[in-house]
């Protein structure tokens, strides 16, 4: 049965993405995607939602941006895919894209694992490697092959690890939009999963020219800072970045 959540309804598939929903909607600038969206969406804005889950973000991009503009949404969870869609459905959005695969550097099929426990914990991975996850093959395609998406102004990338494999597949549609912002999640651990350095995509980052600034205290990460930086997120510890263009950055 649906629920009635901020004027939008909604229907979860698991008892994790009710609760979910449910501490959205209680404590909404607990959400630092919705919250940056807020701030930087602009109507008429073309917006990537790359992790999108249930369409929380998509949902409320959708009404930022407006008729004039336009969301294109990725999730790979087959599953997930179709709750989102139904949410989409059932609130008449006309301007959200959705897309039934994963992003990454390369076309291919990928092994996804499913957290039993938080479907917000669900991930990509290149290698056969976990017991805990049951365990499905996705689709995963570069952004830079995708012929449908040209123009973009804002990012968001929640992928649990995969976010350095995800900027690899659009270097060439970062170069066409330099101008995009970007908000992505940093979390070490799921990127160690993943099978590369936390730092790699950061220096990845600064040296495509990207200033990055931890969010939500807006404090920049300068290049001789990264290793310190990376060390304060031991465990499962995680925080949000925004990237954006240095010759950008104060826009």
Request: net charge positive; charged share 25%; proline share 4%.
């Amino acid at each position: 049965m649906p629920i009635k959540l901020r004027g939008k309804k909604y229907s979860a598939i698991t008892f994790d993405r009710l609760l979910a929903l449910l501490i959205h909607n209680a404590f909404p600038k607990l959400n630092p995607f919705t919250v940056w969206l807020k701030k930087r969406g602009r109507k008429g804005d073309v917006v990537l939602d790359i992790g999108a889950n249930q369409g929380l973000f998509s949902l409320a991009a959708s009404d930022i941006v407006c008729e004039n503009g336009l969301v294109h949404a990725f999730e790979p969870d087959p599953s997930l895919f179709q709750a989102f869609k139904g949410n989409l459905e059932r609130n008449r959005v006309r301007n959200v894209v959705a897309h039934a695969f994963a992003l990454g550097a390369e076309a291919g099929n990928l092994h996804f694992y499913k957290n039993p426990y938080n479907g917000g914990g669900n991930r990509l991975t290149s290698s056969d490697s976990s017991n805990d996850h049951a365990k499905t093959t996705v689709e995963v395609m570069p952004l830079d092959s995708l012929d449908d998406v040209v123009k973009f102004d804002l990012v968001k990338m929640d992928v649990q690890g995969w976010e350095l494999a995800v900027f690899q597949g659009m270097e060439k549609k970062l170069e066409s939009n330099p101008n995009a912002r970007i908000l992505f999640e940093f979390w070490p651990y799921g990127m160690k999963l993943a099978g590369y350095d936390p730092a790699d995509l950061l220096n990845y980052l600064i040296k495509k020219g990207y200033a990055l600034h931890e969010q939500p205290s807006n404090k920049e990460i300068n290049l001789e800072q990264i290793s310190d930086f990376v060390k304060k997120f031991r465990g499962k510890r995680y925080t949000d970045i925004e990237a954006v263009r240095v010759q950008y950055k104060h826009h």
